[in-house]
């Protein structure tokens, strides 16, 4: 007899997380190759992605929950904390969500059949990440294709707690490879779409099929599994005489009934002729109305709703939609109004990292300042200044200056980490806060003649812009590069676009109580239209306000004749807890010079 396998793994979800997104990045994979084979528009079909992504995942831990979760669900109205899981949950989820949300976004039946052999192959992949962790393990066996598993190990607590081994044992019991059945009855199923791909069955078929033979299998896989390692009806019923777990009982209804349904259904389409697939027409304002329910959905869910793998795969498909909309905005620019819209995805963009940067319960930051954190932003703006140039021609040109409306809106995503004052781990010892950061800037700069200047312009304005700021008590000094299409708004570039800037600040006296700000460049909201700023600034006593006040000048650009460059200028920050807040910034006093802009900042703590 051949000695059984060992698989030593540390008990925890290391291997379980690597493998999850590997799963879900396969499943991903496959269906936009078979969207792109469909004909799906991509911008709606990955946002149909991401809308079913996210009930799938909640769908495999509400089922899981225990009553007591439940409770705590039902009176909190907030998802609790837990590691387990059930894709029965999440097939179920999933599975009510989509016919809501195939209609939502124009597709018709055919898209059932498009997830069925993704979801094998992902399954395929999950498995193996469940054979290295040991969930999902078997009941004892004999044989020699058993599995052990090293102390620490779920298998392994499991049989200490039944004493079925001494707590001081080398390893577990040989188990029964449950996992390595469950890959080879999704490979078959997988197997079986395969060669079934051109047989003519009617729209949806395909996946009744899947899941009728994947339900199938679980049932009987369910005899060799240990109940201890079944988050979802693991207790045991007897029915005329014969005794299952409450989950066979349920499968042995559902697995028939879903072979049922597509045994029916190829049977009347042999009677019927197929209806031809028929791709959706893509609408962008619908997509993005759907991105700020996701985001919404996913920030009223709870801070620990979404595990880190998956945050990063939701994220990844937001950020591929947005990315895609704002392409498609900016070859359309066509008016101002749309300006706003062209800013409008990275704007949301940036609320996708902000409110998906759901982290877990040991590494949230505490009311006490840490050492290190990073920063993430998002930020929108919009405003317009007048300007005179050149019709034709260079700076200094024979040729008259014509007045023009420059109107431009801007979305923002800053990323910093900041280092707190105290000694490094060598012994150097550094007094001052040090925060290094980048802002990423894109939107559009539309251009009016208001006199008889020749030509109207659209422009995409898109900015690089690292930054480096050190404060002390008393003094705070920034200096930062500006790098891309910057906007008009720099004397020397005459009616061509700015390429290159700098920005610099410098503060004095204490934040928390009473300081004097100068800025060049200040880029906070975008560089649509940087004001050189001199303001007085207040914490009122401690750090959850902030409130600045002064004068604004815009740059060295050419103005009418009796025009001011000066504007006044408001900012306000609120922090309602340690690790969010929210800034608005206005101009206000000057006709010529208009600007409004919106941050959401959230703080991570780093390790």
């Known amino acids: 007899m051949f000695p059984s396998t060992v698989v030593a793994v540390p008990h925890g979800s290391g291997y379980y997380a690597l493998f999850y997104v590997l799963g879900f990045g396969v499943n991903l994979a496959l269906l936009v190759w078979e969207g792109r084979q469909r004909g799906y528009p991509l911008r709606s079909w990955l946002l149909l992605l991401a809308c079913i992504t996210v009930p799938f995942i909640l769908g495999t831990k509400l089922l899981a929950l225990s009553g007591a979760e439940w409770e705590t669900l039902s009176s909190s109205g907030v998802l609790p904390a837990s590691e387990a899981r059930s894709i029965l949950g999440g097939a179920l989820a ?57 102390p620490g190990t779920l298998p392994y607590l499991v049989q200490v707690y039944q004493g079925l081994i001494p707590a001081g044992a080398a390893a577990s019991l040989p188990t029964h490879p449950t996992q390595l059945y469950a890959l080879a009855l999704c490979a078959g199923v997988g197997g079986v779409l395969l060669l079934t791909r051109h047989s003519a069955w009617p729209d949806g078929s395909r996946r009744w099929l899947q899941v009728g033979l994947l339900l199938a299998g679980r049932f009987v896989l369910e005899f060799w599994r240990d109940p201890a390692g079944e988050p979802v009806g693991a207790a045991a019923h007897t029915h005329a005489g014969l005794t299952m777990l409450q989950l066979q009982w349920w499968l042995l209804i559902t697995a028939p009934a879903a072979l049922g349904i597509w045994w029916w259904q190829v049977r009347r389409a ?13 609408f962008s304002g619908r ?15 709870g801070p620990w709703a979404l595990s880190l793998p998956e945050v990063l795969v939701i994220k990844s498909l937001l950020l591929a939609v947005l990315v895609l909309e704002a392409g498609a905005y900016l070859r359309g620019l066509a008016s101002a109004p749309r300006l706003v819209r062209a800013a409008l995805p990275l704007g949301l963009a940036s609320t996708v990292f902000v409110l998906t940067s759901q982290v877990s319960p040991d590494s949230t930051l505490s009311v006490a300042t840490p050492e290190k954190y990073y920063t993430l932003s998002g930020s ?32 923002t995503l800053d990323f910093s980490r900041t280092k707190m004052p105290g000694t490094d781990p060598d012994g150097d010892v550094h007094k001052a806060e040090r925060t290094l950061g980048l802002r990423m800037h894109i939107g559009g700069d539309q251009e009016t003649p208001l006199g008889l200047g020749p030509y109207r312009r659209r422009t995409t304005l898109f900015a690089l812009n690292p930054y480096v700021q050190l ?8 200096l930062g590069l500006m790098v891309g299409n910057l906007g008009y708004h720099r004397y020397l570039s005459g009616d061509d676009v700015s390429v290159l800037d700098m920005q610099s600040s410098v503060r004095v006296g204490r934040r928390e109580q009473l300081y004097v700000l100068v800025d060049y460049n200040y880029l906070g909201y975008g560089p649509g239209n940087p004001q050189q700023r001199i303001g007085i600034g207040t914490g009122l006593g401690g750090s959850k306000w902030q409130l600045l006040a002064g004068a604004a000048s815009s740059k060295g650009y050419d103005v009418q004749d009796g025009a001011n460059r000066w504007s006044g200028f408001a900012e306000a920050g609120f922090r309602p807890t340690p690790a969010w807040q929210i800034n608005s910034f206005a101009l206000f006093g000057n006709p010529n010079q208009r600007q409004v802009g919106l941050r959401l900042s959230r703080r991570l703590s780093a390790r």
Do not use: K
């Open 471 to 478: 404060d002390r008590p008393w003094l705070g000094v920034g």
């Open 287 to 301: 997509n993005l109305l759907a991105v700020g329910g996701l985001l919404l959905l996913t920030a009223g869910v």
């Open 94 to 150: 999933s599975g009510l969500a989509l016919p809501l949300l195939r209609r939502a976004f124009g597709y018709g039946r055919h898209v059932y059949d498009a997830f069925a052999l993704p979801l094998c192959a992902a399954l395929v992949v999950q498995c193996v990440g469940c054979v290295l962790t040991g969930c999902c393990f078997g009941v004892p066996t004999a044989g020699s294709w058993g599995l052990t598993y090293a």
């Open 270 to 282: 042999g009677r019927m002729a197929a209806e031809p697939e028929q791709a959706p027409i893509n």
């Open 380 to 411: 929108f703006s919009s405003g317009q200044f007048l300007r005179e140039q050149n019709t034709e021609g260079g700076c200094g040109g024979s040729t008259p200056l014509e007045l023009y409306r420059h109107r431009y809106a801007t979305g």
